[in-house]
């Protein structure tokens, strides 16, 4: 079952991290969270804003956090209060063998706050229970964020 949650236009960076930032309040609100992983999977052309909404994410949930596109380094953590952030950008990701021994599905553990760019690689990867972020528009045109919610997720409809 998918959940439009959210609908908004961005006009710059600081818009989109301020979406980041509102999921990240209505996640940290789910029963679910410190108690199970939470999947974010951002979707969006190179250029579309993915890491700038990771890092209003990370502004919430792991506060003072330095956020970059992890393109190369494939992971990295961000440690929080209750959770942790892990940003994974599977970019250069080939293969289901390629993304399982980079421990992928290690992370799936309490108290971790997955968020992951180019899902659109991995679609056989997903977890059924997730929230979808849908970032459309590059260079300086603005850009236009769905995020979805998708299983269990509940959260009240924002548009």
């Given at each position: 079952m998918e959940k439009l949650f959210l609908r908004a236009t961005s006009k710059s960076p600081e818009e989109t991290e301020a979406q980041g930032?509102?999921?990240?309040?209505?996640?940290?609100?789910?029963?679910?969270?410190?108690?199970?992983?939470?999947?974010?999977?951002?979707?969006?052309?190179?250029?579309?804003?993915k890491t700038a909404f990771v890092r209003g994410l990370a502004s919430v949930i792991a506060p003072g956090a330095h956020v970059s596109s992890p393109t190369y380094a494939i992971v990295n953590e961000y440690r929080g209060l209750r959770a942790s952030l892990v940003h994974f950008d599977f970019y250069r990701i080939e293969s289901e063998d390629e993304l399982y021994s980079i421990g992928f599905?290690?992370?799936?553990?309490?108290?971790?706050?997955?968020?992951?760019?180019?899902?659109?690689?991995?679609?056989?990867?997903?977890?059924?229970?997730?929230?979808?972020?849908?970032?459309?528009?590059?260079g300086g045109s603005p850009r236009e964020i769905e995020v979805f919610a998708i299983g269990y997720y509940v959260f009240p409809t924002q548009h």
């Open positions: 930032r509102l999921l990240a309040e209505k996640i940290e609100s789910l029963p679910e969270y410190g108690e199970s992983f939470i999947f974010v999977a951002l979707y969006g052309d190179l250029g579309a804003g599905d290690d992370y799936f553990t309490p108290g971790v706050v997955i968020a992951a760019e180019w899902c659109e690689r991995i679609p056989f990867a997903l977890p059924r229970r997730r929230i979808d972020v849908k970032i459309a528009g590059s």
